[in-house]
């Protein structure tokens, strides 16, 4: 199993009345570096996520690095190379992807780099529509 999970994933493992919480920390508890990577950049994501959220779901700025030194112990973080990331902004644009789409289109990059059978994401539709490669990876945890 070479998984590769989306912020996405992450946001659900971290708050345990999100309705696909159960789901999402059966498929993180099983995952390691043996088996798992994700995007840098998703780090961003998901501290902006969870700082950022309104009202009481909004955790602190301490509460959201400890989770991320979880993932960090827990996944491989997957970069691109500027080479990599202009080939990658190079395909988005060769299926007809245009404006937020190119974020996900990265992240999709770095789990093609990663070798990932597997990309998990809530966030379907924003990754099928990135071409066969990438749509027959897609999975739901």
Known sequence: MNVFLDSSVFVAVFYQDHKFHKN??????????DNASCAAHSIAEVYS????????????RETALLYLQDIRARFNLVTLTAEEYLKGVER??????????????????????????TIYTWNIKHFTR????????????
């Open 24 to 33: 999402s920390v059966d498929l993180f508890e099983r995952c390691s570096k």
């Open 49 to 60: 996520t969870l700082t950022g959220v309104p009202g009481k779901d909004r955790t602190t």
């Open 92 to 117: 988005t644009a060769s299926v007809g992807v245009i404006g937020g789409g190119i974020y996900d289109s990265l992240i999709a990059q770095m789990a093609l780099k990663a070798n990932a059978e």
């Open 130 to 141: 990135l071409g066969p490669e990438i749509a027959r990876r897609v999975a739901t945890p």
